[in-house]
């Protein structure tokens, strides 16, 4: 079925280990995006991509690098990751309008622990 | 930069009671979207609202965007346990990027049967 998949949907890694979260959508959207969601903090723009090698910080990008070599993917690397780095972690899309306005289609999630 | 604020952070309700969420934009946006996401889901789009002063209804929930496009409401008329949730406000920054979005931290909905 097309959608927007993530993986792993869990990892507990290690302080200091090099992480990558899978994102793949199906629609070829041109947009893609990278939040974080933390209790207190609602969902945070880590980084978002407009197309194929076009991307841009969000609000909370430090200690995370992003690529978009094809259009249906976007990981997300953790590059040293820290304890502060436990999270939600959802990957969106989007598609592009001129009129703007685009409803963004979330992944399931992947759930993020660094001990 | 832009900033959305969402209250009330928590909401509990008795099943049938009315619910609202309140969501306020430190500047001017082009247009704002609500998002619900259930418990261990992820969000998911639920509308739109473009126009000043622009009210949109869907079932028993009604969506005001107000007339200066800086604030927006989501209210639920007789809530039922299906509900339950948390709702997220998320807003584009007039004259800003065409796709990023600001979302609010949410407010958590739920509802005693």
């Known amino acids: 079925d097309a959608g927007i998949t993530q993986s792993p949907r869990y990892k507990i890694t290690e302080t200091g280990r090099q992480v990558t979260l899978m994102c793949h959508q199906t629609?070829?959207?041109?947009?893609m995006f990278w939040y974080r969601q933390d209790l207190g903090h609602g969902l945070r723009l880590i980084y978002y991509?407009?197309?194929?090698?076009?991307?841009d910080k969000g609000e909370v990008p430090d200690g995370y690098v992003v690529s978009r070599s094809k259009t249906e993917n976007f990981p997300l690397t953790l590059e040293s990751a820290t304890r502060s780095q436990t999270s939600v972690y959802f990957c969106a899309s989007s598609e592009y309008r001129l009129q703007g306005g685009n409803e963004q289609f979330f992944g399931p999630g992947t759930r993020l622990t660094v001990l | 930069g832009q900033q959305v604020m969402q209250i009330p952070q928590y909401q509990h309700v008795q099943e049938g009671e009315d619910f609202t969420t309140y969501c306020n934009s430190s500047?001017?946006?082009?247009?704002i979207q609500w998002y619900k996401q259930r418990p261990g889901g992820h969000p998911v789009f639920l509308i739109q609202?473009?126009?000043?002063?622009e009210v949109k209804k869907q079932k028993r929930l009604t969506f005001q965007f107000g007339e200066a496009k800086k604030n927006s409401s989501l209210h639920i008329t007789a809530t039922q346990t299906t509900d339950v949730g948390t709702y997220f406000c998320a807003g584009r920054n007039s004259g800003g990027s065409n796709y990023k979005l600001t979302f609010g931290k949410g407010t958590l909905l739920t509802v005693n049967p």
């Open positions: 609202l473009v126009k000043s002063g």
């Open positions: 991509s407009a197309a194929a090698d076009i991307t």
């Open positions: 500047t001017t946006l082009s247009n």
């Open positions: 629609w070829s959207h041109s947009y």
